[in-house]
Every structure is written in structure tokens, then in C-alpha cells.
């Protein structure tokens, strides 16, 4: 059978709860459609289209102001450098999974091969070296391949990968069952699954197990493909870095930040146990070439 042309396409997620917020929203994905520019493999654009996702359940009161699309849609080109560029309003789905499944499977439709899910805060680690990378991760097997930035190098190279900078085969995802919803942000706490903790600022405190939407289907493309995924590892020391929120002027996204960093491995390996693996088995689903 003959095998279909690679097409990639670039998924960014972003809302502003706040409508002042929202410029800020702007001028990340704004920076990151100016790297893509540059995102080329042998003087081939990397990307074929660019799917802008913007977070607008009602069911969520953390969704967006409801002014982001508008803003992004005036202020940025329809098109970056030839590669089409869209605004998507996803007024069905959480954060976390729906709103990345409907994204893939909608560039899916569009003829898309390859998925990369990168946030637009991540724009400094969309270089020539990384796409080539990707590029090569693709053509050695990969069904799945994540950057290890350097705020999560660790995990990424254990072969947990994070929807910050990674990239999906459409058809193995879909074939896998998606970002499965049990990692979902519920709509309503009351429902949601909830794990008591302790830290120094905070003593006793709880979190929600949702979130790293990444772990369950890597397991599954393992189970299914066998070893497939690779960790790329950062080619140079240069100073990119993931746009952490100010604690001054926005505490709340800084609070919101600084629990899903500090707790991402404990809920990672509640994944992992829900799909019936600990997060070893995603050291064995490395492809040999990439294991460290």
C-alpha cells in the first residue's frame, strides 16, 4: 500500500480568563508564528497549516474572557509565510483532552499526518534544530515524539512526553483512543478525582489527578506498536524557556502553574496505573535509538 505524503500540522491552545489577559495571549502566539517561519527541514517548511485552538466551554468558569479569538483573528495574518494560519473557538471540550481531540482530529480531516501540540508559551524551543529533529524522529518510526525542554527534561526523556512540545501521529492516536477523557478537567469539582497533599507553602493541600493527558495513550501506542516513541533531546544550551506567569501581576496562573509542576509526576503515575502500566513501562516503549 502506498504510503501517504507527510503533511504537519502546528496545534497551539491558549484563553485569557481575564480580558487583560488576552494581549498577553496574543503576543505568545504571535511569537510563536514567527518562529514558524523558520521551521524549515532542507529548505521545506515544516508545517502545512497552523490550528490556533481558543478554550471557550461554558461549563468552565476558568474559559476564556470571550475576546481572545476576536483579538487573535484581527491581529494576526490569515496566513504565516504561505502556511495557513486558523482561529478555532472549541466551545465543547476541557482543556486538557477535548479540546486536543478535537484539534487532531480536525487537521486529521484536513489530510495532517502529524499533530505537534506545543504551548505558544514554549515559542523560543520552535528552532530549525527541533523540527529537524522531529522530522528525523518521523521517518525512524516514531508514532510519538516529545522535546525535552529544559523545565521538563527529565520526564521527557524517560519517554514522558508533555503536550508543551510534542508531537502525535494522527491515525496511531486515534487508533489508540485519543487523549482519554479520565485525564479530563472536570466541569464540575464534584465529580472530579481529588488527591490530599502536603507542601511547605501550603501544608495540607489537595490537587485534581487531571491533566498530563500524555501518559495514557503513550501506553497504549506501546501496547499496541510496541517500542515507538522518541525523546528529543535539546540540541544546544542556548536560553529558551517555558513563559512561566508573573506571580506579581497574574498570582493566579502562577498558583495555577506552580501545583501542575509540583505535582506532574505523582499524577503521571496515577495515569500510568489507570491504564494498568507504572511509568517504567514508557522507558521500554523508546525506540532503541533514542533510549539514553
Request: glycine share 6%.
Amino acid at each position: 500500500m502506498k504510503s501517504t505524503p507527510r503533511q504537519v500540522g502546528l496545534l497551539l491552545r491558549t484563553y485569557a480568563t481575564k480580558a487583560e489577559d488576552a494581549p498577553r495571549r496574543l503576543a505568545l502566539v504571535a511569537e510563536t508564528l514567527a518562529q514558524v517561519a523558520k521551521a524549515q527541514v532542507n529548505g521545506i517548511p515544516f508545517f502545512t497549516r497552523v490550528d490556533v485552538l481558543v478554550w471557550t466551554d461554558k461549563r468552565f468558569q476558568d474559559r476564556d474572557c470571550g475576546l481572545t479569538a476576536a483579538l487573535l483573528r484581527k491581529e494576526l495574518p490569515a496566513a504565516q509565510d504561505g502556511i495557513p494560519v486558523t482561529i478555532h473557538e472549541v466551545d465543547h471540550g476541557d482543556i486538557f483532552c477535548g479540546i486536543l481531540n478535537y484539534g487532531v482530529a480536525m487537521q486529521m480531516a484536513h489530510g495532517i499526518t502529524h499533530s505537534l501540540v506545543m504551548s505558544p508559551d514554549a515559542a523560543s524551543y520552535l528552532t530549525p534544530d527541533a523540527v529537524a529533529d522531529f522530522s528525523a524522529a518521523i521517518d525512524a518510526g516514531a508514532r510519538a515524539a516529545g522535546l525535552a525542554t529544559h523545565e521538563l527534561a527529565d520526564s521527557v526523556m524517560q519517554g514522558r512526553f508533555t503536550n508543551t512540545f510534542s508531537l502525535w501521529e494522527t491515525s496511531a492516536l486515534l487508533t489508540v483512543g485519543g487523549f482519554d477523557l479520565i485525564a479530563a478537567k472536570p466541569a464540575d469539582d464534584r465529580v472530579g478525582t481529588f488527591l490530599r497533599s502536603w507542601s511547605l507553602t501550603e501544608e495540607e493541600t489537595t490537587y485534581a489527578l487531571a491533566g498530563v493527558e500524555e501518559i495514557i495513550p503513550l501506553i497504549r501506542l506501546v501496547d499496541v506498536y510496541g517500542p515507538c516513541i522518541a525523546p528529543i533531546r535539546l540540541r544546544t544550551d542556548a536560553p529558551q524557556q517555558y513563559v512561566v506567569p508573573d506571580a506579581a501581576t497574574q498570582p493566579e496562573l502562577f498558583r495555577r502553574h506552580t501545583m501542575k509542576m509540583e505535582k506532574k509526576m505523582q499524577r503521571q503515575a496515577a495515569m500510568a496505573a489507570s491504564a494498568g502500566a507504572d511509568l517504567d513501562y514508557l522507558k521500554g516503549g523508546i525506540l532503541p535509538a533514542y533510549r539514553v
